[in-house]
């Protein structure tokens, strides 16, 4: 018997996903997607033909898949009947009306993934699903698991290169009991890469997001700004300066003094897998950085950035920031807020976190903290622990 997974989205992750897990005998696909017409536009595409999917492998080599889900609708009820496994596949913003379509939905000994899960993935998917969290399993890997686009809307999409590794995280219900090991079932859905590599904790994931990286990185630059276009835009990690690097290397501190406190409070935690952000390069880039003297010095050498550049608009007078892109308008949000949301139920002080913060959201016209609190009118709007009513380390664990 075929196992039903459903895949919730219509973008780039979603169509890739979805063939690919198509294309193997043992999987039925359902599709839910929410947004504007995609359902009624990706179904009627595939009505009569399969989807083709491209995918270059590791060795560079390129193969076609041509299946298609058995179905593509915007009918939550539709979509959910018969799902043992739900993966979202759409950026963090549109996460929650996903969460709020599928509970009603949802059986016991139901895995839900996030993939990615973006930080505070978890705690949203519990607060929006109620009771029900008990009895499923919320896992989330660290990023997509492929880089990938859409050729053609419902008919054509790309795999380009698929990551060697990635760490997935698992938050078990304590009435949960799934029928199949969580990290076994994704993988086989996945294919042979990239490798999942199970996760000691999801808070440990959260507070190792991105999210410690860009907005630091932003504010580090452009909270001085004298607001004048540039000429060029400039580079993001090989443009990294003093007062950047103190800033990335503060913000690791307060979230190593965050994860140590929490192992304090629960013995039964294991936050080892908070590492400070030098020390994550030199484990994931051993070979990419020529000078490992410093952070700041192993951004500027690493060659796995070359050439990577600040998110800028182009105006009639030079290049602007963009304070919308993801570095912020998602970082903020689903990121740094989360974190400091996190360290603050942990009662460790985050001054460095609370200065980006107040830039951030100014930029973005919210107001998730005011002074070192997280109690701005728009906390609801982020995802941090506070955003659910949360107050103490023990409700993130006990679930
Ligand atoms: P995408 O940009 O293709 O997602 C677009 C889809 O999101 C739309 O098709 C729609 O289904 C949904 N959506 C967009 N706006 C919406 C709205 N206002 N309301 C509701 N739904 C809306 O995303 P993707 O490329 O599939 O990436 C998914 C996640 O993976 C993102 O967080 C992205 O940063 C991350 N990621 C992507 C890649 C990649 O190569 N595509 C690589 C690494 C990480």
């Avoid at 892109?325 to 996190?342: A, L, N, Q, W």
């Amino acid at each position: 018997e075929k196992c039903r997974i459903l895949v919730c989205g219509g973008g780039n992750g979603a169509h890739c996903l979805s063939a690919l897990a198509a294309s193997k005998d043992n999987l039925d696909v359902h599709v839910l997607t929410l947004y504007q017409d995609e359902a009624e536009r990706w179904a009627k595409h595939v009505e009569n033909e399969n989807m083709k999917l491209t995918i270059t492998k590791q060795d560079g080599t390129q193969y076609d898949t041509f299946s298609k889900p058995s179905l593509i609708t915007k009918d939550a009820a539709k979509a959910m009947s018969g799902v043992e496994i739900v993966f979202l596949v759409v950026p963090a913003f549109a996460h929650a009306q996903y969460f709020t379509a599928i509970a009603p939905h949802l059986q016991p000994n139901t895995l839900i993934v996030g993939l990615p899960g973006q930080a505070g993935f978890e705690l949203q998917c519990r607060h929006i699903i109620g009771d029900k969290a008990s009895s499923c399993t919320i896992a989330a890997s660290e990023s997509l698991p492929f880089a990938c686009r859409i050729v053609e809307f419902g008919r054509h999409a790309r795999i380009l290169g698929l990551k060697d590794s990635l760490g997935m995280s698992a938050l078990k219900g304590k009435a949960c009991q799934l029928s199949f090991p969580v990290v076994e079932t994704v993988q086989g859905i996945l294919g042979e890469y990239p490798k999942l590599e199970l996760l000691k904790n999801y808070i440990a994931i959260n507070l190792m997001a991105d999210a410690n990286v860009h907005p630091p990185m932003m504010y580090g630059r452009w909270g001085n700004w004298d607001g004048k276009p540039l000429k060029e835009e400039p580079l993001f990690y090989q443009g990294v300066d003093d007062r950047q690097a103190d800033l990335l290397s503060r913000v690791s501190e307060e979230l190593l003094a965050a994860a140590k406190a929490i192992e304090q409070k629960r013995k039964d935690v294991d936050m080892s897998e908070v590492i400070h952000l030098f020390d994550w390069y030199k484990i994931h880039y051993p070979d990419q950085i020529t000078d490992k003297s410093s952070l700041k010095m192993a951004m500027r050498t690493n060659k796995a950035y070359d050439g990577l550049v600040h998110p800028m608009v182009k105006t009639d007078e030079g290049y602007v920031p963009n304070f919308n892109y993801r570095y912020t308008s998602e970082d903020v949000p689903f990121g740094m807020v989360v974190m400091k949301g996190i360290a603050d139920l942990a009662g460790v002080p985050t001054p460095a976190m609370d200065e980006i913060l107040a830039w951030g959201q100014q930029k973005l016209g919210k107001e998730y903290i005011v002074g070192s609190k997280l109690i701005g009118k728009d906390i609801g709007l982020a995802r941090a622990p506070q955003s659910f009513g949360m107050t103490s380390v023990d409700e993130l664990f006990d679930i």
